[in-house]
């Protein structure tokens, strides 16, 4: 494909359908018509297949709402990578307005109307009107929405511009695709990706190979390329989909572990390690473990594979989740590294959504993709009617959920699935369901879904008390952050912490990668003191279950072993640990 063809991705078309959607509203125009966009745009990210071959195939009214305006939008975005109706809009909307709905708390209206009343085009302007205390006096807007404004806008200057996990894992594997096809290279993958945090700068792809220069070629060359940024003869750097930036480097085969260990840091964890060599009279770079002083001139000792050079320094090798600076050194000078869980250890899959709630897929599906992955059992936890945008369970409705649950564990035996529900925990404390249903259920995670701005004091009580409630299994997401979007609320988890330790509640950490919650900082505290955790991928798809992935790799970043995980249980196992209680 030519490098200047255009290339939107399904991702990428949505996100224009929701800002014509914006634009509608900002200008004053039609709210259903708003509704409609985003609704495609919803459904959109919930397809299997590029959108680009539906309106290849005249597809497209296959997509719920998508009339002959949108259609036509939709259209000129895969052929041309814009379109009129969103290039009019932008043209008719004041220019920096659209940027104001980032703000936490302020929606098409709200932003319409400060524009309207204050000409406000920009969010430091918005910050300046809220501590002067002038959006309170226009219509529609209270004190309290002023004071959450400027919460949402400190938020939002703390935000990273960080990828998500799963954005740069797929763009790296597109890229280490397209070179292994053209070129028969394999990269790895180094930098923060391979430590797996919560998010993700840029993606670094070290290769080992004598001859460069080919490979320079087809990386800057691919098709997933939108920018090159620079191209040297063993180090080039390009920007793909999403703004993600990679970095390739070419070292010689002989190189491979040290280049690999350098190039996956942390940079304090390198700063570390160097430190350690130098005690030692050796020098460590990304070409090898080297011996220095006017005898050794530089003879090398280690390079080829990361094992050898940490061997070298005394250590045991160091799994890359663990390479922030947090006591791994320590505990690997002294032979006391951690056995870490791992995914081949988990049984089964205890938080799962369907579309009988807000899930894409059925029971069937999804129990039929977790017998395949290897699990001995699930838990269907779909929601409770609280949450009325999820389509939460009626008490009527969980009655049918039971048959269906009855006839698969018939035909899927000795896979297990379990009846659950994540069930909302009201802003007053109460818990979704009555007690006499909730104590029918196999497992209920109780999650806080509402009410986020409440007092650390108030949300701390609220969750501790769902957490002793004697049908509750678990808490769910326990800090509530959306990651780069949503910041977590004010919670005591040193309590949460205390209250699974005195009532047998689990903790989750949960894969999906907007969450990753328990973060991992806090998973290593509730481990130290024993507190038991459940690994989760909260999928409301079949391919979201690989996100148990990112739940083990969180997990691992917390110093987590396998006997914390209730899910690494066996059957019978898991479920004596359930009623312990």
């Not at 990578?81 to 307005?97: E, I, M, N, Q, Y």
């Not at 701005?453 to 957490?467: C, E, L, P």
């Not at 047998?504 to 328990?518: A, C, F, H, K, S």
Request: charged residues 25%.
């Amino acid at each position: 494909m030519p490098r200047d063809a255009v290339t939107l991705d399904n991702e990428a078309i949505a996100s224009v359908l929701d800002e014509i959607g914006h634009l509608l509203e900002l200008k004053g125009e039609n709210v259903f018509r708003a509704v409609t966009y985003r609704a495609v745009a919803r459904a959109i990210r919930d397809l299997r297949e590029p959108v680009a071959d539906l309106v290849a195939q005249g597809r497209l009214a296959e997509i719920p709402k998508t009339g002959p305006s949108v259609s036509e939008a939709i259209t000129q975005l895969v052929q041309t990578g814009g379109s009129k109706r969103h290039a009019d809009l932008r043209a008719a909307v004041p220019d920096g307005l659209i940027t104001l709905l980032r703000v936490g708390g302020v929606g098409p209206a709200t932003a319409r109307t400060i524009y309207q009343e204050l000409k406000i085009t920009s969010i430091d302007e918005l910050e300046e009107a809220a501590k002067a205390h002038r959006l309170r006096e226009l219509p529609k807007i209270q004190a309290k929405t002023e004071e959450n404004i400027l919460r949402s806008i400190a938020a939002l200057k703390q935000r990273t511009g960080r990828s998500l996990i799963h954005h740069a894992r797929a763009a790296a594997a597109e890229m280490v695709a397209a070179l292994r096809e053209h070129i028969g290279a394999e990269p790895s993958v180094a930098g923060s990706l391979r430590r797996c945090p919560a998010t993700i700068g840029d993606l670094h792809l070290p290769v080992a190979s004598d001859q460069a220069a080919p490979i320079m070629a087809a990386f800057t060359a691919a098709a997933v390329v939108e920018q090159i940024l620079a191209k040297g003869d063993t180090k080039s750097s390009v920007r793909v989909a999403r703004g993600l930036q990679i970095d390739l480097r070419v070292v010689p085969p002989a190189s491979w572990g040290a280049a690999l260990l350098y190039f996956t840091g942390s940079k304090e964890h390198n700063v570390r390690l160097r430190g350690l060599a130098l005690k030692q009279k050796l020098l460590l770079n990304e070409y090898g473990l080297y011996r220095v002083g006017a005898e050794a001139r530089g003879q090398e000792v280690a390079s080829r594979t990361e094992e050898e050079i940490y061997a070298a320094l005394g250590m045991d090798w160091i799994p890359p989740e663990l390479r922030e600076d947090h006591g791994e050194i320590d505990a690997a000078l002294a032979h006391r590294m951690p056995s870490l869980v791992m995914l081949g250890d988990i049984r089964g899959d205890l938080h799962t959504h369907t579309n009988w709630t807000d899930g894409r897929d059925d029971l069937a599906a999804m129990a039929r993709r977790a017998k395949d992955k290897g699990y001995a059992y699930m838990a269907v936890t779909d929601h409770s009617p609280g949450l009325g945008m999820t389509n939460g369970l009626s008490v009527e409705r969980i009655a049918s959920r039971r048959a269906e649950i009855a006839k698969l564990n018939a035909e899927l035996a000795p896979f297990r699935i379990f009846i659950g529900t994540e069930v909302d925990i009201r802003a007053n404390g109460a818990l979704d369901y009555p007690d006499d249903v909730l104590a029918g259920f196999d497992i209920v995670s109780a999650s806080v879904h509402s009410a986020f701005g409440q007092s650390r004091d108030v949300m701390t009580k609220r969750i501790v008390g769902a957490m002793r409630h004697p049908s509750v299994t678990a808490i769910s997401h326990p800090t509530g952050r959306l990651l780069e979007r949503r910041d977590p609320y004010a919670v005591d988890l040193d309590a949460v912490i205390a209250a699974a330790m005195a009532t047998g509640t689990w903790i989750e950490v949960n894969g999906g990668p907007e969450r990753l919650d328990l973060p991992d900082t806090w998973i290593m505290k509730a481990v130290e003191r024993g507190a038991r955790l459940v690994l989760s991928s909260d999928a409301h798809a079949v391919e979201e279950l690989d996100w148990m992935e990112l739940a083990v790799a969180t997990a691992r970043r917390g110093w987590a072993p396998a006997s914390a995980v209730v899910n690494t249980l066996p059957l019978d196992e898991m479920l004596a640990a359930r009623t312990k209680r």
